[in-house]
């Protein structure tokens, strides 16, 4: 765990913040479900089972609602990124 630690940038380049930035503005974009679950799995840890619980949908349901968010933020970045090459 401290190695995981000492590799941790405690100050992340001004590139990283504005794609932080970026990635947050097209979660927001995504239908509520979509954003709902991907907040509950990457930024508080939960598991399927625990946010299907919450949400009213079995551990499947929500494995496959996180694999349709993840679809539709890797077809925007894919589109944007051939745009710069």
């Known amino acids: 765990m401290r190695a995981l630690l000492a590799l941790a ?33 990457f930024w508080y ?11 009213g949908y079995t551990d499947r349901g929500i494995r496959a609602i996180e694999r349709r968010a993840i679809a539709r933020l890797r077809r925007y970045f894919t589109v944007r990124f051939r745009r710069l090459a």
């Open 9 to 41: 940038d405690p100050a992340p380049s001004p590139e990283r913040i504005a794609a932080g930035r970026e990635i947050a503005a097209w979660v927001w974009m995504l239908p509520p479900l979509l954003q709902y679950v991907l907040i509950q799995r």
């Open 45 to 55: 840890g939960l598991t399927y089972q625990e946010i299907g619980q919450d949400a």
